[in-house]
Every structure is written in C-alpha cells, then in structure tokens.
C-alpha cells in the first residue's frame, strides 16, 4: 500500500530546542514538499525538493531546514530560531509535471508540534 | 501575498442543499486548480481539479466551475451530505514552476442533518 508516512503524530518541544519531523513515502514520486497549517491560514510552503540532495526555499523558510539524502525521505528541522513553531506540519509529495497530467499532491497525516 | 484567495472562511448548509465555496486567483501564470478535502487531524486528500481550459468539470457530485476572464473558479458539492463536512482547500500551481501549491485559507463546511 504507497503512500507517505509522517511521524510522530505530536510532538513537545521545549523552548531553545531542535527537533525533527520525520517523512517517508513509498510512492516513487520525485518532489517532496513541507507545508505549515495554521488555524485560518491554509497551508504555507515551508520548503520543497524536486530531486535528491537538492531542495529550495518556499514563503515561510526563516527558523527551519530540511534534507534530501534519500529519494523516499525528506525530514524537517524545526531549529530554536522558529519563534512561533507551534503548528500542524504536512508533508506532501508529488511526480514532477512533465508530460504527465498527473499533478496532485498526497499528504501525509501530520505531525502536530507544540511548545512547552 | 495571498495570491489565492477563498470566501466564505464557514459555511453550513442542510443535508441535501448545495455547498458553495468561491476562490479568485492574482496570477495568471496559475495553470492547475485543484481542490482538497481535509478531516480533523488528517492531510488533506485530492477532491478535484481542473485546467484553465476547460470552465466545467463533473465528478460525482463535486462540480468545478472556471471562469478564466474573472481569474476565478469554484466549488459546488451537491445533494450535500453531513460526511461531506470538512474543511475545503483550493490551490493553484504554475507547471513551469515546479508545481507548487499556493493554497486558499480554507472553508469549513458543517452539513446539518
């Protein structure tokens, strides 16, 4: 069964600390994207990659970091340098859109990360 | 920069009624308009999409209707049932770009029994 798995589901974190999302998929699909969900805000591109050991900056990447050593894998860093993380963090990946007109994203379940 | 932008932010309809959600886009680079459904607590899941093409696309009782000159497109879910009760995303992506996704704030949409 493909698909992409995000873990954990929540996540603490305490002021000053690092932590690391985790994003798997079995989909062989090629780009691999990391959204924010805030309440009334939709989803916000944090960062994406399209190929391995290769990624690039979305609209909100200040206080994060992410790397794409593996075509299935793509973690995300939430560094001390995020002021507000707490949030719902989605994971997404896609083909690239070639000549297929195939472009929807799938989704992982979520990690939701709070600070304590 | 909200390059997508959806109205209403809530919307609650009656079982079997028709659920509207509008959305307009700036850009007119935007060459795909998907729609995403999303649950509590889940990722959101592909409902529906549509290339700027086409003004109509039927799926179900999920209904897409583009109007390109007004940069704006929408979401009819018909005969409206209190499963359908989730919260609804349009998004936008330029293929040229990559295919990144700019999505709508959202609508949360309650069907009443």
């Known amino acids: 069964d493909g698909g992409i798995t995000q873990s954990p589901k929540y996540l603490f974190r305490k002021e000053g600390q690092n932590v690391t999302l985790s994003c798997e998929q079995n989909?062989?699909?090629?780009?691999m994207y990391w959204y924010r969900q805030d309440p009334g805000q939709g989803l916000r591109l944090i960062y994406y990659?399209?190929?391995?050991?290769?990624?690039q900056k979305g609209d909100i990447a200040e206080g994060y970091s992410v790397s794409r050593e593996k075509k299935e894998s793509f973690p995300l860093t939430v560094t001390s340098a995020q002021k507000n993380p707490t949030a719902f963090y989605l994971c997404?990946?896609?083909?690239?859109?070639?000549?297929?007109?195939?472009?929807?994203?799938?989704f992982g379940s979520g990690t939701r990360l709070t600070v304590v | 920069q909200q390059q997508v932008k959806q109205s209403p932010q809530s919307l609650i309809v009656q079982k079997g009624g028709i659920s509207i959600i509008n959305c307009a886009y700036e850009?007119?680079?935007?060459?795909?308009f998907p729609w995403y459904q999303q649950f509590p607590g889940k990722g959101p899941a592909l409902l529906i999409a549509?290339?700027?093409?086409?003004s109509e696309k039927k799926e179900g009782r999920f209904t897409i209707s583009f109007n390109k000159s007004a940069k704006q497109f929408s979401l009819h879910i018909m005969d409206s049932q209190p499963g359908d009760s989730a919260t609804y995303f349009c998004?936008?992506?330029?293929?040229?770009?990559?295919?990144?996704?700019?999505f709508g704030g959202g609508t949360r949409v309650l069907v009443k029994p």
């Open positions: 997404a990946s896609s083909i690239l859109p070639g000549s297929s007109p195939v472009r929807g994203y799938t």
């Open positions: 989909l062989n699909h090629d780009a």
């Open positions: 990659s399209q190929i391995v050991n290769d990624f």
């Open positions: 850009n007119t680079a935007f060459d795909y």
């Open positions: 549509i290339r700027p093409d086409v």
């Open positions: 998004a936008a992506s330029i293929k040229a770009a990559g295919n990144k996704l700019t």
